[in-house]
């Protein structure tokens, strides 16, 4: 922030006088908190203990009873768009992030870039004299800046942010992730064996970050976001913290939500006489298909086993991720930072229901639209949590878990899908002790919340740009009166077409599912909730009450037209991954990729997904030649090329189903040659499997041929890119160690031909166009 330089300026240095404080950084106001946020992926309110859930959260329970719990609090019901939010205090679609990162569409709400106009708080308080810091997920690095050729204006530190270590996508291997530090890629700095794991790491480096700068700058005040890749899939946790739950959900989740209402009840967490929703939440009866809840009784002694187990890893991940936090409390009471420190803790969604009703071993196949299924499931029950599964529960206990709401993630019209934990402690700033607060907020609020804290305004003006106002309200008010009314008016809701606003007590949602694909939106039925009187959101009050649905229908549409919320989508999965951002194809067709470069992320790499394709790499051979010529994707979906044991291998592996799909021949003699494969595609079918033959080549010779499935929607949401020379991340085949360099030799380059392809998928297009007669 620049200052008016106050010296003087003479011919001669001896008449003149300097001013450093025109040029120093500001300082912040005298006894000014530190910040830290922590944020949680996928966690209904009932999961976590302080709200009455059976998961242990031993740091949140010791923060909940020294601060204040919130029971209104709500967010977008999805991961990127929320987060958006808590960098700048606007609405989702105002910030771009009307979807997720991956799924952006060319739109001024959905394109995944922050406008200049929305500066962050990091970028804010930097300013006024805070250091920042931003560990974990990321996943607001728009889906065109994923590569290391990209601009990195929207990527953390071009945000506002002094350090950044995490990953930039929606997900990641909590065993294998693809870590960034600051502006880099960077590898892992130990293995699963020794101990890795990314909730541990994560910690580790964000007391690194607040020691560096105390020890320089020790009475500078930082803002810490926290994002640990918990609870989103894979639900990855040490088999100690996944024994300690075993039998815990052996009663299934229908009972577990008639167990957890008593608790929240009990708690203070709800009013007497809150009712449970029913799973399925339209007014006749009917659910989006994918969505559905299984019951219990209707489960075969083994799908009970199956899906307790589930639930074990996950609420295993939760606590163990929380036990890492701990070690953050630790340090930060043990070297006197905590009372001075406002704490909000948090999650960014409710419970997430992309396991499917049958809960799935791969999450990866929900976003390739491929079903899951309870054989494949139990095949692998003793090795859930293990880096051998990428692990999710059923869409039962995503209800469970978000008791006593309406559905889950994804769904904005219900609390469901918005009302999340959040617990404040800062025993400098808030009087009150163990206490709850009913006020209805929002995560627009946070930003408000931490300025009013930190004594600082939002500026009119940042970097040289009139600012927008901001959209939400701070929560300071709410700290020391527990009686006090809210001061929120209005909140919007939309999320993948699903809509729903709350206004002074009342709210409307749409009977419209998410990626349903039908459009018909004017259609649709909207129901109607008193909320100061059924927090449930159980009784539907719209029959009675016509005009009252008339008047907030449309004050949705007044507040979607001003907020950027149209145009509206429900494609489905494949019609959002026809919208979705890809780098324009050369002319030709054809990409060159080299060795010693880093790996390039699927968005901008040569699209191999639903198309025909070929891949042909110039290596130099020589008598000791192993490792990988070139891959992409993980074991849970992806392909390599590589050499072991004097064979030449092209392995895919189609969504981590056994067995790896494979085709293998000599390797060359020693010296130049081209190998590669090509893959022609012949259909797709109905489980959304790109069907076709592999042929793989040495020079020109064809030494293998055979039919295989191809992965139709991604290879991963966890970042595993396209790398030449070695497997990035987790192996794509269990043929070999994670990495696995090629060596004895050299690969000289790799070229892709997609031109027969060329990213033009006419069946999925005309199907989605189809769909909306």
Not at 371 to 396: C, F, K, Q, V
Request: glycine residues 10%; hydrophobic residues 35%.
């Amino acid at each position: 922030m620049s200052r008016t330089f106050n010296g003087t300026i003479s011919l001669d240095i001896r008449d003149s006088e300097p001013d450093w404080e025109a040029f120093l950084d500001a300082k912040a106001p005298k006894d000014a908190p530190n910040v830290l946020v922590i944020l949680y992926d996928d966690t209904g309110q009932a999961a976590w203990s302080p709200y009455g859930g059976r998961i242990e959260m031993p740091t949140l329970d010791r923060l909940a009873k020294n601060g204040l719990t919130y029971t209104q609090w709500h967010t977008t019901s999805v991961c990127s768009p929320t987060r958006s939010c808590f960098l700048t205090g606007r609405n989702h679609h105002s910030n771009g992030f009307g979807t997720i990162a991956e799924s952006a569409a060319g739109f001024p709400g959905y394109a995944g870039h922050i406008p200049p106009e929305n500066a962050t708080i990091a970028t804010v308080l930097r300013d006024a004299g805070w250091s920042t810091f931003w560990v974990g997920k990321n996943h607001n690095v728009p889906v065109d800046a994923f590569d290391i050729g990209a601009n990195r204006k929207h990527w953390p530190l071009g945000l506002g942010y002094d350090r950044f270590y995490g990953f930039i996508g929606g997900e990641t291997n909590q065993w294998y992730p693809e870590l960034i530090e600051d502006n880099h890629f960077v590898q892992q700095p130990y293995m699963p064996e020794e101990g890795y794991h990314f909730s541990r790491d994560i910690v580790d480096k964000a007391i690194g970050f607040i020691r560096d700068t105390r020890q320089s700058r020790a009475d500078k005040p930082w803002y810490l976001w926290l994002c640990p890749g918990a609870n989103h899939a894979p639900h990855h946790a040490p088999q100690e913290y996944i024994d300690k739950y075993k039998g815990k959900f052996d009663d299934g989740y229908d009972a577990y939500r008639t167990w957890v209402l008593a608790r929240m009840i009990e708690k203070g967490i709800l009013p007497d006489g809150t009712a449970l929703t029913p799973f399925n939440p339209m007014s006749d009866g009917t659910f989006v298909e994918a969505d559905g809840v299984r019951p219990w009784d209707t489960l075969s002694a083994d799908e009970k086993r199956l899906f307790s187990r589930m639930a074990e890893v996950y609420a295993a991940f939760s606590e163990y991720t929380d036990v890492q936090i701990g070690r953050l409390v630790d340090y930060l009471e043990e070297s006197g930072q905590l009372d001075n420190t406002l704490i909000l803790y948090c999650a960014d969604n409710g419970a997430s229901g992309e396991g499917s009703p049958d809960g799935s071993v791969n999450e990866n196949r929900f976003f390739n639209g491929y079903p899951d299924d309870i054989e494949s499931n139990l095949a692998m029950i003793d090795r859930l949590g293990s880096p051998d599964t990428y692990n999710h529960y059923p869409t039962g206990w995503a209800v469970a878990f978000s008791t006593p709401y309406r559905m889950f993630k994804r769904y904005s019209q219900y609390a469901g899908g918005t009302c999340d934990p959040l617990v404040v402690h800062w025993p400098k700033g808030i009087k009150a002790r163990g206490e709850v607060r009913n006020q209805y907020h929002h995560c627009t609020d946070i930003v408000p919340t931490i300025l009013e804290c930190c004594g600082i305004r939002f500026p009119d003006v940042v970097e040289g740009v009139k600012q927008a106002p901001l959209h939400g309200v701070s929560m300071r008010y709410s700290f020391d009166d527990a009686g006090t009314p809210t001061r929120k008016e209005t909140q919007y809701y939309e999320m993948l077409s699903t809509r729903g606003i709350w206004h002074k007590g009342w709210k409307a949602a749409t009977e419209h599912g998410p990626m349903i694909n039908t459009g018909k939106f004017d259609q649709d039925r909207w129901q109607l909730f008193h909320t100061d009187e059924d927090r449930a959101e159980a009784h539907d009050l719209a029959d009675r009450h016509p005009e009252k649905v008339k008047e907030l229908a449309a004050l949705w549409l007044a507040e979607a037209e001003k907020y950027n919320a149209l145009p509206l989508n429900d494609y489905g999965v494949v019609g959002i991954h026809s919208l979705e951002y890809k780098v324009a194809p050369p002319e030709d067709g054809r990409y060159v990729y080299y060795p010693g470069t880093t790996e390039v992320p699927e968005a901008s790499a040569a699209r191999t997904l639903g198309a025909s394709f070929k891949i042909l790499a110039e290596v130099e051979f020589t008598a000791d030649s192993q490792g990988v010529v070139v891959s992409q994707g993980s074991r849970f979906g992806g392909y390599t090329l590589f050499v072991k044991d004097d064979k030449l291998n092209f392995v895919y592996n189609f969504l981590g189903i056994p067995p790896e799909q494979k085709l293998a021949g000599p390797v060359p003699a020693p010296g130049k040659h081209v190998v590669g494969v090509e893959f022609k595609k012949a259909s797709i079918s109905e489980k959304n499997e790109t069907l076709g033959t592999t042929t793989l080549y040495v020079d020109d010779e064809a030494i293998g041929s055979a039919d295989m499935r191809t992965n139709s929607g991604h290879y991963s949401l966890a970042g595993e890119g396209l790398a030449v020379g070695y497997d990035s991340g987790d192996p794509v085949s269990k043929e070999y160690p994670p990495g696995f360099p090629f060596k004895g030799g050299r690969v000289i380059k790799v070229i892709y031909d997609v031109a027969d392809d060329a990213y033009i998928d006419i069946e999925r297009r005309f199907a989605a166009a189809l769909a909306r007669d």
